[in-house]
Nanobody, 123 residues
């Protein structure tokens, strides 16, 4: 049974940092392309970052490029999202997702999802 569990969210002041973690079970993360998405109240779920199955390619949304970094630890079977220089507009529920295909930017292309972790950035 595949399961993704996010952690690491919380309340942080603007310009602060957080590292989100996504723990996978049922399959090793190196067999998936992985993605992070977020959803703010009243808004659609939006792409944040993705990592190819090989781990050699990463993709970041323009709004987070240079501030967020997706990475993977195969030994721990975890995927991370390092977030720095956080802004109030980064406030959202952040979701980890896994794709048996490619590192897509559309949520509909992902096969498995975690339950989400809340990130709140205060000004």
């Amino acid at each position: 049974q595949v399961q993704l569990v996010e952690s690491g969210g919380g309340l942080v002041q603007a310009e602060g940092s957080l590292r989100l973690s996504c723990a996978a079970s049922g399959r090793t993360v190196s067999t998936w392309a992985m993605g992070w998405f977020r959803q703010a109240p009243g808004k659609e779920r939006e792409f944040v970052a993705a990592l190819s199955r090989s781990g050699s390619s990463t993709y970041h949304a323009g709004s987070v490029k240079g501030r967020f970094t997706i990475s993977r630890d195969n030994a721990k079977n975890r995927v991370y999202l390092q977030m720095s220089s956080l802004k109030p507009e980064d406030t959202a529920v952040y979701y980890c997702a896994a794709s048996v295909g490619g590192a897509y930017t559309r949520a509909s292309d992902y096969d498995y999802w975690g339950q989400g972790t809340q990130v709140t950035v205060s000004s």
